[in-house]
């Protein structure tokens, strides 16, 4: 680029769209006849955000058209993780912009507010497409006065969404990914077995640990013990197939037994050739939900800087509506959960040489 745009050769400008693209900033306080300074960087920040939006929808087809297909061999992989990870790397700079959408105070805010009603990002198609192609739960979506949240919408985005969310998202293609995985079979090798024992060894160690514990006083001890009590029946909950998949009827749950076991065993011997890539899947993906979760406490709180208890543009309660879909629209929780469920290194069970043969572990002769 940079020719001189004669004849057919790409010009900078033209290639770009600049016309299209930085004529696209119309300040409705200016419409009204009283120009607001701050709503052109209002404009821009959403206009940005939506660009890296476009981005990771492009990033997330692309792993969404190779995870539905039969096979994912390593070379698909491969480029799956490097597409999460890219959308990992596009998220703080969303984090960022809220840092440049804070320069504007919430009195330079109140100038233009009142000219934007009913509009909102409330009514961002591609946020919303996001969150559904990631797999966010629909009965978990925070709830507003009984309405839906495409309610807000336009017929033609309201029908993208609805189609959107019927296909097939991430979390349900991860699951059948994950349930599908060979290593769960291990012949006469009955690791969960082991693996169950290393588990008893490690909960009685740490309840020994509470029970010695010189700070706690009476009270505090029982709490601690209750507690850990709680998390010891977690662990049985994994190895009951049928409590599992109650729970996973019941919404607690996302993925099903098979596949949160292959996860596990994935993050357990992470090392091992064969889970190198699968394990920087799984880690993508909760660094994806981390960002998300991450922007959507922090706008939470932006929104509640600039606007304080009123009510939002796009007819929610506002911050309080914002704080409880971040707690509620994480996708990948059952991935977060599975640190509960890991032992250290030095429990970890053994595996046998076939098994580790299988896994591609290769054993390097020493010399001398
Ligand atoms: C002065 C700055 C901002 C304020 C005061 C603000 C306020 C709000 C409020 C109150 C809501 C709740 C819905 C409603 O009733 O309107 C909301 C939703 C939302 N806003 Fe903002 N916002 C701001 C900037 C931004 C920016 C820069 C983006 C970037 C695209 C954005 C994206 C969104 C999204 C995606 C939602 C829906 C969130 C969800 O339902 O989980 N907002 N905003």
Redo the contacts with the bound molecule.
């Keep these: 680029m940079g020719d001189s745009g004669v004849g057919s050769n790409p010009y900078y400008w033209d290639y770009l769209r600049l016309d299209d693209l930085l004529g696209a900033q119309r300040l409705e306080s200016a419409r009204h006849g009283r120009p607001a300074h701050d709503e052109m960087l ?1 404009i821009v ?2 206009q940005v ?2 660009l890296w ?1 476009k981005q990771i929808l492009w990033e997330l087809d692309g792993v969404l058209a190779a995870m539905a297909e039969p096979r994912l061999d390593d070379d698909r992989m491969g480029q799956v993780v490097r597409r999460l990870q890219r959308i990992v790397a596009i998220q703080p700079l ?1 984090m960022a ?2 840092d440049v ?2 320069t ?1 105070t ?1 009195l330079d ?1 109140l100038d233009f ?1 009142g000219y934007l009603a ?1 509009a ?5 198609l591609q ?2 497409l996001i ?1 559904n192609k990631l797999g966010i739960s629909p009965q978990r979506r ?1 709830r ?1 006065g009984g309405m839906p ?1 495409t309610a807000v919408l336009r017929e033609d985005h309201r029908e993208l969404l609805e189609r959107s969310a019927r296909e097939p998202n991430l979390l349900s293609l991860v699951e059948g990914w994950l349930a599908r995985t060979p290593f769960l079979r291990f012949g006469s090798f009955d690791f969960w077995q082991v693996y169950r024992r290393a588990v008893e060894e490690v909960l009685a160690e740490e309840r020994a640990a509470i029970d010695r514990n010189p700070h706690l006083g009476d009270d505090a001890r029982a709490e601690q013990l209750a507690r850990h009590r709680a998390y010891g029946e977690s662990f049985a909950v994994l190895f009951d197939r049928d409590a599992w998949e109650a729970r996973r009827a019941s919404g607690e749950r996302r993925l099903s037994h098979d596949a949160f076991l292959a996860a596990l065993l994935i993050s357990l011997y992470r090392d091992a050739p064969a889970f190198q890539l699968p394990f920087s899947l799984l880690t993508a993906l909760v660094d994806i939900d981390e960002g998300f979760t991450a922007w ?1 406490q922090r ?2 709180l ?2 509640f ?3 304080g208890g ?10 309080r ?2 704080e409880a ?2 707690e509620r ?1 994480s996708v990948f929780r059952d991935l977060f959960a599975l640190s509960g469920f890991l032992l250290p290194t030095s429990k970890l069970p053994d595996l046998p040489a076939d098994v580790k043969a299988q896994l591609g572990f290769r054993y390097q002769t020493t010399t001398g």
Excluded at 120 to 124: E, K, R, T
């Design positions: 209002f920040v959403h955000y939506e939006f969303l912009q809220l959408i804070e504007m919430p805010f507010r009913p909102s990002g409330f009514q961002s946020f919303r969150e925070a507003i949240y959507r706008h939470a932006m929104a800087r600039m606007i009123r009510v939002g543009t796009g007819g929610t309660s506002g911050h509506y914002l879909a971040a629209h």
